[in-house]
């Protein structure tokens, strides 16, 4: 005769507690400290982490920093693809004033075509059309006059207003880290490829200030007359 022991009820049991002692640790979590966290706190930090993934992936990768396809270039394409969604979102928010929708959606067909420049090397390729700085010159030119706008139309003040200055003072630190690399005068920063990678950490930052910006604006936007996000 053979001795048989039953051990699906202590297995199950077993389960239960740990499911449960799974369900009190989420819990937990969420009430001590998700909840802890405002929307504009949660923004900085999800910031941050994107900006620790792209370095790390950087580091880790083959292709230099200034080449196509590069990391560091596909991640902020990626963060212009999130401006685009988040001016696309203040456009649909904002319909009930057809000029400042029309702003908002003008906006967001822009940043999605710079994002797909930024990801596929649109203006890179054209190379042998138009000169590689043109682009970059004319759209810090339309940068420039689409804050001016968006501050004056929305009254933007306070952290996200000081956010959008901060992020074109970078953007334009940006173009002429590029400007300066021989083609209209040149910048003396050790090695070219110093400059080149200090050009590209320039460009990702301002797009990361903007991005932190535009999110800002969009949760004061839903939280308008519930007190500040």
Not at 185 to 205: A, C, K, P, T, Y
């Amino acid at each position: 005769m053979f001795l048989r022991i039953d051990v699906s009820g202590g297995l199950s049991a077993l389960l239960k507690v740990l499911v449960q002692h799974v369900d009190d640790l989420v819990r937990h979590v969420a009430d001590f400290y998700v909840s802890r966290l405002s929307p504009r706190t949660t923004v900085v930090v999800f910031a941050i982490v994107y900006t620790a993934a792209m370095i790390f992936f950087q580091l880790h990768s083959k292709i230099p920093p200034w080449r196509e396809n590069a990391p560091i270039d596909l991640l902020n394409g990626c963060l212009l693809w999130m401006l685009s969604i988040v001016a696309l979102i203040m456009a649909s928010l904002t319909r009930h004033a057809p000029q400042k929708s029309l702003m908002w959606l003008l906006g967001s067909s822009v940043l999605g075509l710079v994002a797909l420049d930024e990801i596929f090397g649109i203006h890179e390729a054209a190379r042998h059309v138009i000169d590689d700085d043109d682009p970059k010159i004319f759209m810090a030119l339309v940068a420039a006059i689409a804050l001016l706008i968006l501050v004056k139309v929305e009254k933007i003040r306070g952290t996200p207003l000081r956010l959008l200055v901060a992020g074109y003072a970078v953007q334009f630190a940006y173009l002429m880290s590029d400007l300066g690399d021989g083609d209209f005068f040149d910048i003396r920063f050790g090695h070219r490829d110093v400059l080149r990678i200090v050009e590209e950490g320039l460009e990702f930052s301002a797009m990361s200030m903007y991005f932190i910006a535009f999110m800002f604006i969009l949760f004061d936007k839903l939280h308008e007359g519930h007190g500040p996000s």
